[in-house]
């Protein structure tokens, strides 16, 4: 919880999520709500995405070269069917859409 905090994604769940990882933390008894596992395992997938900003960066610049790269072939550039699978363009795409200003990794 502590790392997720450090890295703001705590904050960017909802109160009822937050709720729920902190009373599963909290509690030394085994889960046997199937409702409630459900609940903690998609907050827990929530945070892992918006946590880690690579597979962010990737999953944006992805899906804006597929468009870039259709927009370009229905213009004619037979060449931009290659951009939907350079990883470089992908990520280039996804660090600026997403607003980071270094190109460094």
Do not use: C, H
């Not at 997720?4 to 994604?9: A, D, G, V």
């Not at 509690?27 to 199937?34: A, G």
């Amino acid at each position: 919880m502590l790392a997720s905090k450090r890295s703001r994604t705590w904050f960017r769940l909802t109160r009822r999520e937050r709720s729920i990882v902190t009373l599963s933390l909290r509690l030394k008894i085994k889960l046997q709500s199937l409702d409630l596992l459900r609940a903690l395992v998609s907050v827990l997938k929530k945070m892992k995405e918006s946590g880690n900003t690579l597979y962010a960066w990737l999953t944006r610049g992805v899906a804006l070269a597929w468009a870039f790269s259709e927009a370009a072939t229905s213009w004619g550039n037979k060449e931009a069917q290659s951009w939907r699978y350079d990883r470089g363009y992908i990520f280039f795409l996804g660090k600026m859409f997403l607003g980071e200003r270094r190109f460094l990794p």
